[in-house]
């Protein structure tokens, strides 16, 4: 099992930063893919950006140019870099990791205020 711990969720203002943390610890060596996703109120989850093993990286349109993934294999962390936040930002982030399944943290809360 991989067990996924989100930090570093807050209260911003429009414009302002924020640094997601994940940690992931269990059976990660298998682990292929990781990712953070959102689910903004009343909406379905989506997928904000992604990083694999190798380092390559994908992003939402929404985001490509203010949010920047990175990983350190060595710790099984993933960060998610967000700068010129948005109201729109304003969601529950989740961290995902995929070896043979996909595995979810608890969740993040971003708040946004305009």
């Known amino acids: 099992q991989v067990q996924l711990v989100e930090s570093g969720g807050g209260l911003v203002q429009t414009g302002g930063s924020l640094r997601l943390s994940c940690a992931a610890s269990?059976?990660?060596?298998?682990?292929?893919?990781m990712s953070w996703y959102r689910q903004p109120p009343g909406k379905e989850r989506e997928l904000v950006a992604s990083i694999t093993n190798d380092g390559s990286t994908m992003y939402a349109d929404s985001v490509k140019g203010r949010f920047t993934i990175s990983r350190d294999n060595a710790k099984n962390t993933v960060l998610l870099q967000m700068d010129s936040l948005k109201p729109e930002d304003t969601s529950v982030y989740y961290c995902?990791?995929?070896?043979?399944?996909?595995?979810w943290g608890q969740g993040t809360q971003v708040t946004v205020s305009s």
């Open positions: 269990g059976s990660t060596l298998r682990i292929k893919i």
């Open positions: 995902n990791a995929i070896d043979e399944r996909p595995w």
